[in-house]
């Protein structure tokens, strides 16, 4: 999902530092372009006395407005531009008439009324403090729309966050209904020790899972371990009829990818191409780095679905795919995950050949992990941390128990 690019700018961090610091720029400049000006026209010492003055005025005049303006800029707009008419209108006439007084004090002996010099300086001070006027109500503008915006950018990454953590924990009662139907059969079959067996990795799993942020993400190698202790599990059911090969590239091993991301496809593949086969089936994976992408492809040998070859329709795919006892979650699940997480950004693609077998094609922005660090999941569960390794294949541990499908 898309967000707004825009972060608080440094210098107005501390807004008001950041206001007295504009303050005495802009009236420090002021003062020095009129000092520079009054003595390239050979003016007496006297009127540099008066650039003074006239600085500390507007300086103190422009405190006074800052104030006001700070009460009319949360006003309704007709409200804000007509009392910001007035205030202006009042301290531009009380800023004009010091700097007439204090000029007509400098030179008792001009021939050039007060009101004459009053109208003159007028005009002058209008500008002035006209410009700080516009100059201050345009930065509170900008930092209002900066706040409003950093805002929705915040609201709109919880809002990612909250869906993300939403499709993530949908994904434990779709396994958890699987795997409980599963001792609930060795229940019933008086297997008690097989099914004690399977609860105990059951909750190494959950512990494993439910310590994992739920937006978070994970290298490919700490999701391969997640999925040892989901296939120590399943194995326990298929014994020999779950063959499995994992290969994955020492570049691939430390890439990131959403936590829990491949589980529903390793589930999907034992429940559609080990279950239905009384030969069973192997379940591959393949992790590599392919250009600037990381490409992650996970085929089982099973009977397949027919989804002409290669298919971007997902929902149709489900359609076709899905089995009576199927919750219809593992799929969609992970393409709305990556449709959250990488936008348009990713490849998503299924293909189903008439020979038989189905692969599922993911590919996702590299985003490297030079040193991981060890996550909650593995401080609790005593995994250790990965390292890369070209070829990552799971043993078939010897037969423990059968289960009556």
Known sequence: MAVLPLKPTPFFDNKNQAFWNLQLIGWGGSALLRAMSAFANGQPLEFFFVILIATITGFSISLILSVVYAFLIKQRPLVTWGGTAIALALAVGIFSFIDSWVLGLTRPSSETGFVRIFIGIYFFDLTLLGAWSALYYAINFFLQVEQQADRLERLEAQATSAQLAMLRYQLNPHFLFNTLNSISTLVLLNQTKPANAM????????????VTQPGGKVTVAQEVETLKLYLEIERMRFEERLQTNFRIEDRAARAQIP??????????AIKYGVSPQEEGAEISLLAQIVGPRLRVTVADTGPGVDVGGVADDLPAVMATHKRRDSTGVGLANIRDRLAQAYGDDHRFEIRSPESGGFTVIIELPHEFADEVEPSAAERATGLPKPSSASTVSEPNPPAKVSTAK
């Open 199 to 210: 609860l105990t990795r059951l909750s190494s799993f959950l512990r494993h899972t439910l």
């Open 259 to 268: 936590s829990m991301l491949l589980q529903p496809l390793i589930e999907n």
